[in-house]
């Protein structure tokens, strides 16, 4: 169980985090959460495709890099075999926590920075000082900083991303069966994509509306990298050669 704690100069002076990439940093994961303004990086790689979260029920797009869980077949040992790593994976070990202001009205709450400090990548004795000696952030930790905004400003997109999707109808649920060399088959299953069918059949007024909130490229992109189902597929059958 991971433990996020607030991340603080007198608490955690001493830390550094490894920025090694392999399984015992727990890169192996199926897919990763991505966000409409890294859409065309993502594409680039990676199938997009969309799930629900298991609590709320509220649909969100990630990024595909296995077909079974904990399998990433992008990672090749110490490797990461892409050309652009997820934001969601970049931000390890660090993730945004909510704080109430002290001067605040009507509850609210201020983004802050919170680190897993049961992440394989946090140690004592190697990888990127969180602090320097004067107690100030690290340029590794601005940056951190920095990618944990664009973070922060990604789930309020995909919330007007999804939203804007579902008014128009355009997710639908899909099975893919893959049949690997070995003859045997790998089912990919609760998923969702765009419905082509729908997209083209949407009315200039809705296509539009969609192109003024800036989600047209993104639903185009994400429709486009389905094509790299097939790069995945291969790769998986690499492994089994």
């Keep these: 169980m991971s433990e996020y704690l607030l991340l603080s100069q007198s608490a955690h002076g001493k830390l550094k985090v490894i920025t090694d990439r392999g399984a015992a940093y727990g890169d192996n994961q199926m897919h990763a959460m991505t966000f409409p303004f890294e859409f065309r990086n993502i594409e680039s790689s990676y ?65 802050v920075v919170s680190i897993n400090i049961d992440s394989p990548r946090v140690s004592e004795t190697e990888g990127e000082a969180l602090f320097t000696e004067s107690g100030d952030p690290s340029e590794y930790l601005q940056q951190a900083m920095q990618r944990l905004q664009t973070i922060h400003r990604g789930h309020e997109q995909n919330k007007l991303f999804i939203a804007a999707l579902l008014e128009n109808d355009l997710l639908e649920g899909f099975n893919l069966e893959v049949t690997l060399n070995d003859g045997s088959n790998n089912r990919l299953e609760g998923f969702y994509t765009i419905n082509e069918d729908k997209l083209a059949a949407l009315q200039p007024e809705a296509l539009g509306k969609l192109h003024e909130q800036g989600f047209l490229q993104a639903i185009y992109m994400a429709v486009a990298s389905f094509s790299r189902v097939t790069g995945l597929i291969g790769k998986k059958n690499a492994t089994l050669a």
Excluded: H
């Design 47 to 111: 199938p997009i495709f969309f799930a629900k979260e298991g609590e709320s029920g509220q649909f969100y797009p990630l990024a595909l890099f296995g077909f079974q869980r904990d399998e990433n077949l992008y990672l090749n040992g110490n490797v990461w075999d892409a050309s652009y790593i997820p934001l969601m994976v970049e931000r390890n070990p660090f993730l945004i926590g909510f704080q109430q202001a002290p001067d605040a009205e009507n509850g609210e709450k201020t983004p």
